[in-house]
């Protein structure tokens, strides 16, 4: 017969306590988010992408890829995709136009359903700030005017812009 002295019983109990304490995070990590406004009407994404090293694989640069998918009755499996080119420090930086001085860039591409084409929208104006950059975060907001890649006289206004990331 197993006989299990009182303190016995009191060392595991304590030991499980500890096990769970020590495999608790003290503060949940934020899922990636980002948010904006196209002609007015306001999206969400479903994924954010944030990649050091690019692009052409410069160091000093970040990429933010921002993803929406979208599966309705009006819309049928078209995907949208932002996509922010800003250096990896934090600061204000122009977009487009003359006389801007950083290589910072921006698009935005609307994929529609398969075999039917897509729309790419390059920044002619705006800019993007990143107001918070750790080894493993970063954050800040966008606003911009892209014009369609083949005809320029179609554009789309991307106001309000946020992104909030790890990577």
């Not at 306001?42 to 933010?64: F, I, R």
């Not at 039917?116 to 970063?138: D, K, P, Q, R, W």
């Not at 789309?156 to 790890?166: P, V």
């Amino acid at each position: 017969m197993l006989r299990i002295l009182p303190w016995g019983r009191a060392a595991a109990t304590l030991g499980t306590l500890l096990l769970a304490t020590a495999c608790s995070k003290d503060k949940a990590t934020p899922a990636p988010a980002s948010s904006w406004q196209v002609e007015g009407q306001a999206q969400q994404s479903d994924k954010v992408v944030v990649e050091m090293g690019t692009p052409a694989l410069n160091p000093n640069m970040l990429t933010v890829s921002i993803w929406q998918n979208s599966s309705t009755a009006s819309a049928n499996s078209s995907a949208v995709v932002l996509t922010l080119f800003v250096p990896n420090r934090v600061g204000t930086y122009s977009l487009g136009g003359t006389g801007t001085t950083t290589k910072a860039s921006a698009s935005y591409a609307d994929y529609l359903s398969p075999g039917s084409g897509s729309n790419l929208y390059a920044a002619t104006g705006g800019s993007i700030t990143i107001s918070s950059l750790t080894s493993n975060s970063v954050a800040g907001t966008f606003a911009f005017t892209g014009a369609e890649l083949f005809n320029t006289s179609h554009t789309k206004q991307i106001i309000g812009g946020q992104f909030n990331s790890t990577f």
